[in-house]
């Protein structure tokens, strides 16, 4: 039994990796692939031992949320735009963001270059003014990216750390010592201690925490932005079939819903309209643009006997065609999941990025921390030892590591099935680069699909 499951919650490779390897543990699984992209997971396994809601579970213990992707339904369920949805969520997030770390920054640098800073927010009389007022500028920014707390730990705690866990880490550690910062202030402005005073005054660390989380959200606005434009095609794909069929029924034509078409129901097409399903003609002729499916740029005539494919066009004529097959039997359905499987597959560099990405995360959370201890050995004060440790944690992010070959990968599938070229695996893509010749089996194969007389 081979399915397909909707994935939520991923947000770098070492969530898919972690994915992976939850599916992978349980017993009759015999494959797994797991797509970051498109936010999906293709499991093989025998249904006999072990079922969708095993492994359903197997992802809810990762931290993360399977759902099994509704076939009967699938090529109309890959309308939903939930690109669009994270997008707005983020735009959302870097509104309330980046003005309000412009603020921060510019209160906590501007004395560094000399610009103009309110009385109440200088020197020592406003520092803890100067300290208090970038903590609450941060817990707006804190509160609208609270997503990647949530999922950090969360994956902490369970022993599969990802990308989420060195920023959250990262963030949380500059945001408790700058709150420590405050009161070690305040109680040495009340025992005038000016010194001590200073010293916390200049290292707060709130503008670098919201640093963080600000550029980490605007660096996947783009990202996201990117998946769904490479998306783009598959989507138009999908909108080549038209939504509602002509049923003919007791010699009445009824309006219905291609989805509610059946083998075996009897429909009509008129001049210009789109074949909903695939069939064969069983009255009427007809001229059928084929071009969006084979690539035939030139309208052929189709006669009583001739199948008739989903989501071509009828130039001219009129017919009616028994229904053969619907859903995800019809050669659309067959062509976007070709596109899919394509981005399911890894191609082997892949893998090898996916491997090093898995075992990433639990090395760099293991350097902060001997970064931490080496400084503090050498004799080196808390706070410097702690800024290197969340130095490291910050720059180590994973994700053009993970989402490098797979974006390559995508774009690149995407783009050929756009242009009416189809790829069987990622594989194949690698390997293509070894190729110097090519041997086509028809003629104008190679054109633009605009025939003229010379």
Known sequence: ???????????????????????????????????????????????????????????????????????????????????????????????????????????????????????????????????????????????????????????????????????SIGSSSALIYGIFAIYRMAYSQGIGDIDTLHKYHHNLYFESAVMILTLITLGKYFETKSKKKTNNAITSLINLRPSIAHLVKDDEIIDIKTDDVKIGDILQLK?????????????????????????????????????????????????????????????????????????TKKAPIESIADKISGVFVPIVITLAIITFACWKILGYDTEFALNLAVSVLVISCPCALGLATPVAIMVGTFQGAKNGLLFKSAESLEIMQGIDTIVFDKTGTLTQGTPSVT
């Not at 509160?143 to 369970?158: D, M, P, Q």
């Not at 969006?292 to 130039?315: C, H, L, Q, Y």
């Open 271 to 343: 001049s210009g309209e789109s074949v909903p399903v695939d069939g064969i003609i069983i009255s009427g002729t007809g001229n059928i643009d084929e071009s969006a499916i084979t690539g035939e740029s030139i309208p052929v005539e189709k006669n009583i006997g001739d199948e008739v494919i989903g989501a071509t066009i009828n130039k001219s004529g009129s017919f009616t065609f028994r229904v053969t097959k619907v859903g995800s039997e019809t050669v659309l359905s067959k062509i976007i999941d070709l596109v899919k499987e394509a981005n």
């Open 1 to 167: 039994m081979k399915k397909s499951f909707d994935i939520k919650g991923m947000t770098c490779s070492a969530c898919s990796s972690a994915v992976n390897k939850a599916v992978s543990k349980l017993d009759a699984v015999h494959d797994v692939t797991v797509n970051l992209m498109s936010n999906s997971m293709t499991v093989e396994y025998d249904d006999t031992i072990i079922s969708d809601k095993d492994i359903s579970n197997a992802v809810k213990d990762a931290g993360y949320s399977a759902q099994l992707q509704n076939t009967k339904n699938k090529v109309e369920n890959e309308k939903a735009d939930i690109w669009e949805e994270q997008l707005q969520s983020m735009l959302f997030r870097l509104k309330v963001s980046i003005p309000l770390t412009i603020i921060l920054m510019y209160i906590s640098m501007g004395h560094m270059l000399n610009l103009p800073i309110p009385d109440f927010l200088s020197g020592t009389k406003g520092a803890i003014s100067f300290a208090f007022t970038q903590f609450l500028i941060s817990i707006p920014i804190v509160f609208v990216n609270r997503s990647y707390f949530e999922k950090g730990f969360k994956t902490l705690i369970k022993k599969s750390p990802n990308m989420d866990s060195l920023i």
